[in-house]
C-alpha cells in the first residue's frame, strides 16, 4: 500500500512564495504521474497543474500559469510545487494525488478523482492580502 506524505504550506503574504512537498513509499514511483489540486470548503476540488511519469511533461492551470512551477525528483520519490507571487486567491488546501500511468500524463476530469490510486492528506495554504 503506498502513501504520499505532503509537507510545506503555512501563512504567507500577498506575493510571497511557498513550495509544497509529496514524498512516495511506493517502489515503482516512476510509474505514477502525480496531480496537484486544491479545494476551498464549500467548494469542488480543483486541478492545479499535472506531472508525467518522467518530470518531462507538466500541465498548469491558466490561473496559476506562470506562478506555480511542478517538478519531481524520481530518486528521492518527491514531487514539489514551487508557488510564488501567491494572492489570497490562492488560499485552499492543497492536495496531491498519484495514478498509476508507467508512462506519461493523463488529464482528470472533476468527478473522475476516483481513478487516482493515492491521495496525500493536504496542505493548508494561506496567503493574506
Known amino acids: 500500500e503506498g502513501q504520499l506524505v505532503q509537507s510545506g504550506g503555512g501563512l504567507v503574504e500577498t506575493g510571497g512564495s511557498l513550495r509544497l512537498s509529496c514524498a512516495a513509499s511506493?517502489?515503482?514511483?516512476?510509474?505514477?504521474?502525480i496531480g496537484w489540486f486544491r479545494q476551498v470548503p464549500g467548494n469542488e476540488r480543483e486541478v492545479v497543474c499535472y506531472?508525467?511519469?518522467?518530470?518531462?511533461?507538466?500541465y498548469v492551470e491558466d490561473s496559476v500559469k506562470g506562478r506555480f512551477t511542478v517538478s519531481r525528483d524520481n530518486a528521492k520519490r518527491t514531487v514539489y510545487l514551487q508557488m510564488d507571487n501567491l494572492n489570497p486567491d490562492d488560499t485552499a488546501v492543497y492536495y496531491c494525488?498519484?495514478?498509476?500511468?508507467?508512462?506519461?500524463?493523463?488529464?482528470?476530469?472533476?468527478?473522475?478523482?476516483?481513478?487516482?490510486?493515492?491521495w496525500g492528506k493536504g496542505s493548508l495554504v494561506n496567503v493574506s492580502s
Open positions: 494525488a498519484a495514478r498509476w500511468q508507467q508512462h506519461g500524463w493523463v488529464t482528470v476530469p472533476p468527478g473522475r478523482y476516483n481513478i487516482l490510486d493515492y
Open positions: 511506493m517502489p515503482d514511483f516512476n510509474g505514477y504521474m
Open positions: 506531472v508525467s511519469t518522467d518530470g518531462r511533461a507538466t
